[in-house]
């Protein structure tokens, strides 16, 4: 029996423009008092939530309770920029792919999790923020064509579909002549993300007891295992930890797990003279050529989200500072995809915090006696979380899924280097790779 309690617990500033254009949400129900569940998942975002849809599949008479530090969709499951990515996407590949049978593995675990998600979204009457859109890749100088052709001639190899534009057909699309040439690729998904972890977590309500405002303090593990939160306790002999980074502050997988934030902006609703002078396509999502480079969504609504920036947060905080600052090179990277646009002010900007390991593998698997980790997504959250969220339900459910094996075949996240070299190497290593990007950026 051990007792770890939480170093810190989840704090995340402002709410994103995702979350601030959704209806205040009801009055949280917060876990109070003594009591007991078959099964605890704590973490209600994509994986969270996924391991109680999972388990109210294969468990429906059981009691299963969701305990979430903050309020639905207000961390990192509503601060991500909404792509459910379906093909390889390696932050730290100049053009996102991998090796030929490690990228089809993770073609096929990523589409396993967007067909979990897309039952949720049919389930729960979610498709206005569910939808089978694509997304593109664009470029926006000579060295980002030069990726793109990489990345396309890799997706001829993974007999993957593909649609190259030049620099008309970019324009035509996003209104603006910043791009010189694209790549579209039709699996993708595009959500609004916090929309739609809100609504599964309705769905999921008759079903699964949802806790809110109910960061977990202390976990203490043993036959029994016991959380306790700031008015009550929690008993239950299986316990599912699905929060991603914030499972290194009850001591697990400890330097292990990278701590990246990453930044965005959203602009006001655009007026209609707005958006007849902006010309292109209403709605559409961009990643850049350089994974470092600006993603850029534009949405039926009038808006255009910029993110760009990653920051080495090891202390899993952002600042009102950082915020601000960074989005001061948003305005510069919005200006110059968008010279029309001359007031496009700024309406919401914030920070999301993402997991990483060195060797980007997941944080997964049955790590005490009946606890279970669906942990570290590097940066594919929405559809990763998904996947192991669901995973480590089958997983501790004892179902026989052979994707369980899959994940279970990966290597174990990689130590980290030792302090001070990691910090300097990191916070290095990204100033390096977002100043080479360029225009890009």
């Known amino acids: 029996m051990s007792v770890r309690t939480a170093r810190r617990i989840p704090g995340d500033l402002r709410g994103s423009g995702w979350y601030r254009l959704l209806p205040a949400p009801a009055p949280p129900r917060i876990l109070e008092g003594r009591q007991k569940a078959d099964w605890v998942i704590i973490g209600a975002g994509f994986a969270g939530l996924s391991a109680a849809r999972r388990l109210s599949q294969l468990a429906p008479g059981d009691r299963i309770a969701v305990l979430e530090a903050q309020r639905i969709g207000w961390g990192a499951a ?106 579209f690729t039709p699996g993708t998904v595009m959500i609004q993300p916090a929309a739609y972890i809100r609504g599964v977590a309705q769905g999921l309500s008759s079903a699964v007891d949802i806790f809110e405002e109910t960061p977990a303090l202390s976990i203490e593990t043993g036959t029994e295992h016991i959380v306790t939160t700031a008015k009550g306790e929690i008993r239950t002999p299986r316990l599912i930890l699905a929060n991603n980074g914030h499972v290194e502050n009850f001591g697990f997988f400890r330097r292990r797990l990278m701590h990246i934030f990453t930044f965005a902006s959203m602009t006001r609703q655009l007026s209609a003279v707005e958006m007849r002078t902006l010309g292109g396509e209403n709605a559409w999502g961009l990643i850049p050529a350089d994974p470092m480079g600006s993603t850029i969504r534009r949405i039926a609504e009038g808006r255009i989200v910029v993110r760009n920036t990653f920051t080495y947060n090891p202390d899993m905080q952002t600042s009102e500072q950082q915020i601000d600052s960074i989005g001061e090179s948003h305005d510069l990277s919005f200006a110059a995809r968008f010279p029309t646009l001359k007031n496009g002010a700024q309406e919401y900007r914030w920070g999301g915090h993402l997991c990483l390991s060195l060797n980007a593998v997941p944080a997964f698997g049955e790590i005490e006696t009946r606890v279970y980790a669906a942990c570290c997504c590097n940066g594919l959250g929405t559809v990763k979380g998904t996947l192991y969220g669901k995973l480590a339900a089958d997983l501790a459910a004892g179902t026989r899924e052979p994707l369980v094996e899959d994940v279970l075949a990966e290597a174990a996240p990689e130590k980290l280097y030792p302090e001070p070299l990691m910090t300097w190497g990191a916070k290095a290593k990204l100033w390096w790779v977002q100043k080479r990007a360029g225009r890009e950026l």
């Open 78 to 183: 509503g601060r991500n920029s909404g792509f459910m990515i379906d093909l390889p996407h390696e932050l730290s590949s100049e053009t996102y792919a991998g090796g030929l049978e490690h990228d089809l593995k993770q073609i096929r675990m990523n589409r396993a999790g967007i067909d979990f998600a897309a039952g949720a979204a049919e389930e729960y009457g979610l498709a206005a923020h569910f939808v089978r859109a694509g997304k593109y890749h664009g470029a926006a100088t000579n060295r980002g064509l030069d990726a793109l052709a990489q990345f396309e001639k890799h997706l001829a190899h993974l007999k993957e579909p593909f649609e190259h534009l030049d620099a008309d057909a970019m324009r035509r699309l996003t209104g603006t002549a910043f791009y010189v040439g694209g790549t």
